[in-house]
Every structure is written in C-alpha cells, then in structure tokens.
C-alpha cells in the first residue's frame, strides 16, 4: 500500500507511503487518493483529516515520471492521468471537512498540487515548495492552476509557474503558498486539527463550503447560503455554545 488513511479520534491522518521514489504519484495513486479522502469524509467520527507523509523529511515529489515516460504516447492513458490527478485535486478542495497538509521535506510538481487543494499547510523549515511544470515542458490544467492563483494571487502565481522554481520555507511563507513553518509540522497540524475539531462542526463546513463558493466564483448569497446563516440558529451546536458561553465554561460540541 502506498496510500494509508489511518483514524485517530476525530481525527484522520492520509499518509503518502513510496519512500524509495520519493513519494512521486502513480496513476494508481493518483485514482486511489479520492476514494480514502471519501471514506474519511463518510465517516462521522472524523472532523479534520491531514495529508502527510509516512517518511519524515519527504512530502511528495511529485507525479511519477518514468510513469509519464513510458505511457505519455498513449493518449488513451494522457486522458485518465489528467482525471485522475484532477479528481484528487477536487476532492480535497471540495472535502466538506477541513484538511490540513504537514510538510516536510520537498513538496514538488503535483506534490505540490495535493498541498495547495488543502485548507491550510504546515511546512518544516527545511521543506521546500515548487510547482515545476516548465522544467518538464508539461502544462497544468486551469483547474490546478486556479488552485494556485487563488492562494497567492496571479502576479506570483506567474512568477512559480513561469520559472519553476523551488522555494524555501520562508520564502513560501512570504509568498503566502503555506500558512505556518514548524519544526515538527506533523505535531503542529495534530495540533489545530484538535483545535478545529473541538469547535461547532456546522460552523466550520458552512465556513468551508461558502469560501470554496467564494472561490468558484460566487459574489452574494443565495438560498443556501441564507439558509446556512439562519438555520445555524435551530442546531444543537448553537445552543450548546450559548450554554457554555452563559456558564463560563468550555463548550463541548
């Protein structure tokens, strides 16, 4: 197996396991990658799950190579990789509960796609982030490449497309492509996914699920949105954190 989703509590961990190609994504993977992000969304026991690796100082590499090699000439074989990896992508992003990517190690090419469909990353200070398509003469579909421009904006989108660059750590934070260095990143996205999984669960999806809206496009409300907001009031979780709020205490939802 080289994919792994384990369950700790209400929260899951998706573990990248080819230590010996450095994590670098087969098409297998890349197909296999949807269904355990699904699986760890079905389950109701789950409130937050991170994509890691099973090595430390590895985050991903990237796509196979010698993989695009031998099977490029089939176009056949060219449409089912781009679904694929576009369908891992997706599921991430669109995963109604949050995700959160540990970095450590390079984060390189597609590697670098699964990081940026999570919600937030975590990177180790010797972690190292690039998106590489212009070293490979390859093109990133709009779909990756939009996940790119709405983290960290066009002008330095253009900038890591355009020269493929791998960028450290700091620099990564600077340019916005990750949210937070830390010398252990496993340990500290442990950390706020208990933080995140320990809040009112119907107020963390709804966040989610209006900024992917905002993202893909959607300027005001509709009846869902509305709905969101008001509805929130009728739950259990509303209720309990008014109670926790009245009693000086924590809440516990």
């Known amino acids: 197996m080289t994919l792994h989703l384990e369950r700790d509590g209400a929260i899951a961990r998706l573990t990248i396991d080819r230590p010996a190609r450095r994590n670098a994504m087969t098409q297998a993977m890349w197909q296999e990658l949807p269904h355990l992000v699904a699986e760890a969304m079905a389950d109701a026991a ?56 540990a970095i450590d ?72 492509l990750i949210d937070q260095i830390a010398d252990d990143p496993l340990a500290a996205a442990r950390d706020l996914a208990a933080t995140i999984a320990a809040n009112a669960q119907h107020s963390v999806r709804s966040s989610k699920a209006i900024i992917r809206r905002i993202l893909d496009g959607q300027a005001d409300d509709d009846d869902t949105t509305l709905a969101l907001f008001r509805d929130a009031f009728t739950l259990p979780d509303f209720a309990e954190g008014v109670a926790a709020f009245r009693g000086k205490r924590r809440p516990n939802f």
């Open 105 to 176: 190690g390079d984060c390189v090419g597609g590697g670098c796609g699964l990081a940026i469909a999570c919600d937030i990353r975590i990177a180790a200070p010797t972690a190292r982030l690039g998106i590489t398509p212009a070293r490979l003469g390859i093109v990133y579909s709009l779909f990756d490449t939009k996940l790119l421009v709405d983290l960290i904006g066009p002008a330095r989108a253009r900038r890591v497309l355009f020269t493929g660059a791998l960028h450290h750590a700091d620099d990564a934070l600077s340019i916005g």
């Open 46 to 101: 789950i409130r937050t799950l991170i994509l890691t690796s099973a090595t430390p100082g590895l985050f991903c590499a990237g796509a196979d190579i010698d993989e695009f090699a031998t099977c490029s000439s089939d176009p056949d074989w060219r449409v089912a990789n781009q679904a694929a990896i576009r369908a891992s992508q997706y599921a991430l992003a669109h995963a109604p509960k949050p995700v959160i990517a």
